[in-house]
Nanobody, 121 residues
């Protein structure tokens, strides 16, 4: 089994900062791409940021220059540093990872349970 456990969400005022963490655990041989998505009620889940195993990153246009994604491969953990938060960043944030459980199996796509981020104006 593989689990992704997120932490770090909460309530913050506009202009503030939060740091999300997501730790993968379980039967893991390798983790490829890791990322953060967010979803608000009535809308589709959208990509916020992603990072490859080698550290290549990509961001949604709406968060470029404000958010930063990083990872610690030794800890199987991905982070999302969110600065200059805006009310429109309010959403449930989900961690996502492409995880290979053995060298003989194709990687699978795994999701965390989600963490609420609320930005007040």
């Amino acid at each position: 089994q593989v689990q992704l456990v997120e932490s770090g969400g909460g309530l913050v005022q506009a202009g503030g900062s939060l740091r999300l963490s997501c730790a993968a655990s379980g039967n893991i041989w390798s983790i490829n791409r890791m990322g953060w998505y967010r979803q608000v009620p009535g809308k589709q889940r959208e990509l916020v940021a992603a990072i490859s195993r080698s550290g290549t990153t990509n961001y949604a246009d709406s968060v470029k220059g404000r958010f930063s994604i990083s990872r610690d491969n030794a800890k199987n953990t991905v982070y999302l540093q969110m600065n200059s938060l805006k009310p429109e960043d309010t959403a449930v944030y989900y961690c996502n990872a492409e995880i290979q459980r053995s060298p003989y199996r194709n990687p699978g796509n795994y999701w965390g349970q989600g963490t609420q981020v609320t930005v007040s104006s």
